[in-house]
């Protein structure tokens, strides 16, 4: 009977121990996303849903975000802060002026140069229905891509990156540890790697009060300008919903998902709508070898003004019926 009393007292004092020892929610919350941004390497999945409701408009308009509620839109991507190199994908079919678009556009961004490529080819067969000429292909976008460039900033990446870790973890700290709620794990998550899964909650107070830390870094740091004057305006015709965001991690801390549930009410000249946004991400290979699958060649660049003279000379191509 004796052993019986060490042993759970021994099993007492060990559970103890091991909850005292665990973070606490919001704690493994902040460090999870500063581990993100650490990260020399990763990549990335995420699926989006998108459900708009806006009352009284036109059939013709309604049709049009019938077509937004029902698309399915994936964007993948992948980073490297070493080379300041990123590609992202987006995929997906979306309904526009009646047709369905096959979406399939890369995206190559070169920060060290300080410039954006974007692959034209998935655009070859529908940017006449975005320009209102249905019927004109646009075979010369084949293999090209076009050059943009990136904004330009007098901040360092590295400083940047410092005041970012910084601004995040300060603007994470101040919200109530009640906000975060530590959820139970299914037995497929386990499986799958998953040590915890955090969900945080904000009121719609809380989270224009988080907006508004995050305008006045950009604000203060990077060069942007925003007045609140504006910030207000908006936030006037604006009401948050619902606010989540769920992470799960790694025993390391490491994100491995995140799914993020938004839903707001607009009101602007007394004409109410709603916005809810779904997107569920995927992270992997964190500080792994990354591979990019587009690196454009030099004599495959074009810029905005030969993208406008080949889009004329398809038109009038197509004119001319050759």
């Not at 802060?81 to 994908?89: R, S, V």
């Not at 709620?181 to 998953?194: A, I, M, R, V, Y």
């Amino acid at each position: 009977m004796k052993k019986n009393w060490i042993l759970f007292l021994l099993s007492a004092v060990l559970i103890f121990a091991l909850t005292a020892c665990q973070p606490k929610p919001k704690e493994s919350f902040t460090s999870a996303y500063i581990n993100l941004l650490e990260a020399e390497t990763y990549e990335f999945s995420t699926d989006l849903d998108l459900n708009l409701n806006i009352p009284n408009l036109p059939d013709k308009d309604q049709k049009g975000i019938e077509g937004l509620n029902n698309s399915k839109i994936t964007i993948t991507g992948k980073t490297n802060t070493k080379t300041k190199e990123t590609e992202i994908t987006v995929k997906g079919k979306v309904k526009v002026k009646g047709k369905t678009m096959d979406l399939d556009i890369p995206v190559f961004i070169d920060e060290q140069k300080q410039l954006g490529y974007l692959k034209l080819d998935g655009l070859a067969e529908h940017f006449g229905t975005l320009i209102n000429h249905p019927n004109v292909k646009f075979d010369n976008f084949k293999g090209k891509f076009l050059e943009f460039p990136l904004h330009q900033d007098e901040a360092t990446s590295e400083d940047k990156k410092e005041k970012l870790l910084k601004s995040l973890h300060d603007i994470i700290n101040k919200l109530s540890d009640s906000k975060f709620k530590e959820e139970s794990l299914k037995d497929q998550e386990k499986q799958q790697g998953t040590a915890r899964k955090i969900t945080l909650s904000l009121d719609d107070q809380e989270i224009k009060s988080v907006i508004e830390q995050i305008f006045n870094f950009y604000e203060d740091h990077l060069g942007e300008t925003f007045t609140k004057n504006d910030l207000d305006d908006a936030f006037r015709h604006v009401t948050f919903k619902k606010s989540n965001w769920t992470v799960s991690l790694d025993d390391k801390e490491n994100l491995l998902t995140q799914q993020t549930d938004f839903t707001m009410g607009i009101d602007t000249y007394k004409k109410p709508a709603s916005f809810n946004i779904k997107a569920t991400t995927s992270f992997s290979n964190m500080n792994g070898e990354v591979k990019f699958n587009i690196k454009p060649e030099k004599q495959d660049i074009v810029t905005l003004f030969q993208l406008k003279t080949m889009v004329s000379a398809e038109i009038i191509r197509s004119r001319r019926g050759n």
